[in-house]
């Protein structure tokens, strides 16, 4: 009986209502989602610019495109995240005061987006960038005989034609970033990692929470799982089925 009072004192620590953390770890979670999605948008902007870059831009716009998919993939991504975070804060608030203006207080959820944009953008450049190469040649060829401009070939031919080669890595890319937001816990952003270890070192109830945020994470990936499959079956509509 004691182990069973036990047992239910614990699970109720994870009420919505104080004194549970419930509440807490669900909007740690939505917190979470704003910024992996956040993030993850604008990293695919930037992956998309730059892999156009990369295959159709000049030497310089290569040479800068190679320097920072390739910092951004050699360097630790927590060392960027500070470095972004806390350089990035500090020189606009020089910016400001060289302008004349008051230092401005970040808001941590855009700063947020903009880090894990920033470093999603450098490997959805290169994820992308295969994947126009994966595209057969007729068909850019194919293209360009219609007289299509470069513009009007890139949004009807090219980029619906290298979905399916992309959506596994940038599937991928996306189940990342919604890892990488634990890594602003250390910057101090109310993220589910950092709601979970105030809640366990509260309660020191450390299992129980630890136990809770990988569930929710492991929802998260499992449905995004499902609706990545659904995406990329609709992407290979009129591809021939495998045997």
Partial sequence: MDTVSSMFESLQLLALSPPGWGGNLLRGLLHTLEIAIGGYSLGLAIGLMGACGKLYGGVVVRDCLACYT????????????????????????????????????????????????????????????????????????????????????????????????????????????TKDTALLAVVGFSELTLETRQAAGSTKHYML???????LYLMVTLVSNRLIARIENWSRRGFAKEQ
């Avoid at 606009?92 to 808001?107: E, H, P, S, T, Y």
């Avoid at 929470?209 to 569930?215: D, N």
């Fill in 209 to 215: 929470f630890y136990c809770a945020a990988g569930v």
């Fill in 70 to 177: 390739t910092l951004v993939r050699a360097v630790p991504e927590l060392i960027l995240i500070l470095l972004l975070y806390y350089a990035g804060t500090d020189l606009i608030n020089q910016l400001m005061f060289w302008m004349g203006r008051d230092a401005v207080d970040i808001d941590g959820l855009i700063a947020g987006i903009f880090v894990i944009g920033f470093v999603q953008g450098a490997y959805s450049t290169e994820v992308i960038r295969g994947a126009i190469q994966a595209i057969p040649q007729g068909q850019l060829e194919a293209a360009k005989a219609y007289g299509m401009s470069f513009w009007q070939s890139l949004r009807k031919i090219t980029l619906p034609a290298m979905l399916p080669y992309a959506i596994p890595g940038l599937a991928n890319l996306w189940l990342i970033a």
